[in-house]
């Protein structure tokens, strides 16, 4: 496919899919919930971290988890007590479980006592260094230098360990980007569009492959690299609002129609 002719359709699969209609059946309606910004952060940080497996599933569960959190995530991270803290004993997604949650929010509690919020933290040290890649890395180790058990590591990527960071990527494209079109919620404006990474998994790797935005065949933080430049060519300035597209062109069937 010629460039333009890509382009055009990563415009068009973008507009079908950046709308409104788009939230409720996607893990981003767990943030939507909630008006203040300390909310979406907790909230949409525990949406993306159990983003995988099925969707309908995801959003379920998402929303589960913030009535175990009484609809209120942000006061529950820095106020629950140890009884409430109990009671998300009773939480699992696939392999996240109730002490994996309960660890999380204890290392939110962490963060949220030395920098101010997850948002603070990422735009002091994006503000420090200007490129995400070493804030995602630093990041990890904050979080993790709350006690917890080591099991729960596994479900926030290593970016050091050349993993994609898929989930982490997505949340801040919903925490960073900002249109007129009211899905992502542009809460941090310290972080420029130009900066994030394209939340890549199996199916918009290869999508990707499909189009002819990637040729590498691991879908890992080279992967990314490689496909978030290429779309980078059609827009620099906010070239992962086309995650939109390639989702979208997943649902359209696109991928089968290159491969008849």
């Known amino acids: ?62 929303h589960r988890m913030m009535r175990l959190m009484d609809d209120a995530p942000a006061d529950f991270v820095r106020h629950a007590s140890d009884r409430e803290l109990a009671q998300l004993d009773t939480y699992a997604h696939r392999t996240f479980n109730g002490g994996d949650l309960r660890d999380f929010v204890l290392a939110l509690r962490r963060l949220d006592a030395r920098f101010g919020g997850i948002g603070a933290f990422f735009e002091t040290r994006y503000a420090e260094l200007h490129d995400l890649r070493p804030v ?25 360990r050349g993993a994609a960071c898929k989930r982490l990527c997505m949340y801040l494209r919903w925490m960073v980007r900002c249109d007129d079109r009211g899905v992502d919620f542009g809460e941090w404006r310290g972080i420029p569009m130009s900066a994030l990474y394209l939340p890549l998994d199996l199916h918009v790797g290869a999508m990707g492959r499909a189009l002819g935005l990637l040729t590498r065949r691991q879908n890992d933080w080279r992967a990314v690299e490689e496909i978030t430049a290429a779309l980078r060519t059609f827009d620099p300035a906010d070239p992962v609002r086309y995650d939109f597209s390639l989702f979208g062109a997943g649902v359209d069937g696109y991928l089968n129609a290159c491969e008849a």
Request: one cysteine or more; hydrophobic letters at 40%; charged letters at 30%.
């Open 1 to 62: 496919m010629e460039q333009p002719e890509l382009h055009a359709l990563l415009e068009r699969l973008y507009d079908r899919y950046n709308r409104p209609e788009f939230i409720p059946e996607d893990p981003i309606s767990v943030p939507h919930r909630y008006a203040e910004r300390a909310d979406r952060e907790i909230a949409g940080f525990f949406s993306a971290t159990i983003a995988w497996g099925n969707r309908k599933s995801i959003v379920r569960n998402g």
């Open 136 to 160: 995602l890395a630093e990041f990890r180790r904050e979080f993790f230098a709350a006690e917890h058990a080591p099991r729960c590591e596994k479900h926030l990527s290593a970016i050091e």
